[in-house]
C-alpha cells in the first residue's frame, strides 16, 4: 500500500473537550433524574392531568363572561374536588369497614381451602396442590402483617400521599392556567419556515394523548361504579374495595379489566359459588359492552397502534414506572407513532425514477 494514499483523521482538541463535557452532562442529568424521580413522576402526573381535563376547561371557558379561563378552571376544578370529597366521604368508612371484613375472612378461606371435606379442598388434595396453598397462605400472612405496620408508618404513608396528590393538583392547575401564555410565547419565538408544521404537529399528539386520559378515567369510573352495584346485589360483603380495585386496575390498557375480573371471581368464589358464576358472566358481558360500544364511543378516535407495539410498551412502562408507567405507555407510544410519521412524511428523499432506454 501507497503511504499517500493512507487518509490521517485529525480530532482537534476542542473537538474531544466538548464530546467530554457533552458525556458529563449528560450523566449530571441522568444522576440527577435519578436523585429527583419521585418529584419528576408528580410534575409528569400533572401534565397528564391536565391534558385529561383541558378540554373541559376549554369547553365551558366558551360559556364563562369574557370567556374567562379562570372561572373555567375554577369551576373545572371545584366540581373535581367535589367529587373526590364526596366519594371519599362515601366510600372510606366503608372501604375501611369492608377491608376489615375481608382481612378477618382470608384465614378462614385458606384453611376452608386446605380441609378435604370442601370441595376446593378435595380438588387441591386431587392435584397435589398442598405446597402452593401453604405458600400462599403464608405469603398472605406475611403481607397482612407487613401491611398493618406501625402507626408511625402508617400515618407518614397517609401524608406522604396527601402531599403528593396536593403537589400534582396544584401543579395541573397551574399548568391549565398557564399553558396557554406559554404555549403562545413558544409558538412566537418559533421559526417562520416550520412554525405551521410543528403546529400542526404538536396539535396532532396533543389530540391522541388528551382524548386517551379521558376516556380511560371515564371508562374506568364507569367500570368501578357498574362492579360496585353488581357485587352489592350478589350479595358480596366487600364490593367497595373490590370495586375500588376494578376501577384502578381497569387504569391498565388491555390486561388490566381482565385481572381485576379473574380476582373478584376467585374472591367471590371463596364466598358464594353462585356469586362467583353471576360475576363471572357480568364481567363477561360488561367487556363486551365496553371494548365494543363504551371505548369507540367515549374514546372518540383510536390510537391505531398493533398489539405487538402495545404489549411492548406496556411493559415497558411498567417496569420504569409501575401502574403510572402502565397508564402513560400507550398514549407516550401513539405521541412517537405521530412524531416518526411526520417525520417520514416531511423529510423522506424520493429517489428519482429512472427511465429505461434502449440503445439504437
Known amino acids: 500500500m501507497n503511504p499517500k494514499d493512507i487518509t490521517t483523521i485529525r480530532i482537534e482538541n476542542r473537538t474531544i473537550f466538548k464530546v467530554l463535557v457533552g458525556i458529563t452532562a449528560f450523566v449530571a442529568l441522568l444522576n440527577l433524574a435519578v436523585l ?29 363572561p369574557r370567556h374567562s379561563r379562570g372561572l373555567s378552571l375554577a369551576a373545572v376544578m371545584s366540581g373535581l374536588l367535589a367529587v373526590v370529597v364526596f366519594l371519599a366521604v362515601t366510600f372510606i368508612p366503608v372501604l ?19 380441609d378435604n371435606n370442601s370441595a376446593v379442598g378435595r380438588l387441591v388434595d386431587k392435584y397435589n396442590l398442598e405446597g402452593v396453598v401453604q405458600n400462599a397462605a403464608d405469603d398472605i400472612a406475611k ?26 393538583f396544584v401543579t395541573a392547575i397551574f399548568m391549565l392556567l398557564e399553558g396557554p401564555r406559554w404555549n403562545e410565547r413558544i409558538w412566537r419565538y418559533h421559526p417562520d419556515k416550520t412554525r405551521q408544521r410543528n403546529l400542526q404537529l404538536a396539535s396532532e399528539m396533543y389530540q391522541v394523548v388528551s382524548s386517551y386520559f379521558t376516556g380511560v378515567l371515564t371508562i374506568a369510573a364507569i367500570a368501578a361504579a357498574c362492579s360496585i352495584i353488581a357485587m352489592t346485589l350478589v350479595g358480596l360483603p366487600y364490593a367497595v374495595p373490590l370495586g ?51 371505548q369507540p364511543i367515549i374514546q372518540g378516535r383510536t390510537t391505531s ?3 405487538l407495539i402495545v404489549t411492548i410498551a406496556i411493559l415497558l412502562g411498567a417496569s420504569a414506572a409501575g401502574l403510572f408507567g402502565a397508564l402513560i405507555a400507550i398514549p407516550v407510544a401513539a405521541s412517537l407513532k405521530v412524531l416518526a410519521v411526520h417525520w417520514f412524511k416531511h423529510h423522506r428523499v424520493e429517489e428519482p425514477v429512472k427511465v429505461a432506454s434502449k440503445k439504437a
Do not use: C, D, H
Open 305 to 307: 397502534l398493533s398489539p
Open 244 to 294: 375500588i380495585l376494578v376501577g384502578i386496575l381497569g387504569l391498565i390498557p388491555y390486561v388490566g379489566a381482565t385481572i381485576a375480573a379473574v380476582i373478584v371471581v376467585i374472591v367471590a368464589f371463596f364466598t358464594s359459588t353462585s356469586a362467583a358464576i353471576i360475576l363471572a358472566i357480568y364481567f363477561f358481558i360488561y367487556q363486551q359492552v365496553e371494548n365494543n360500544i363504551l
Open 143 to 168: 403481607w397482612l402483617v407487613n401491611s398493618a405496620g406501625s402507626a408511625v408508618s402508617i400515618a407518614q404513608g397517609v401524608f406522604n400521599g396527601f402531599a403528593a396528590a396536593a403537589t400534582i
Open 36 to 64: 429527583l424521580r419521585a418529584q419528576l413522576t408528580w410534575i409528569v402526573a400533572a401534565f397528564f392531568l391536565t391534558l385529561a381535563l383541558n378540554p373541559a376547561v376549554e369547553l365551558l371557558q366558551k360559556y364563562m
Open 96 to 114: 375501611i369497614e369492608q377491608s376489615a371484613i375481608l382481612i378477618e375472612t382470608l384465614p378462614g378461606t385458606v384453611q376452608s381451602v386446605q
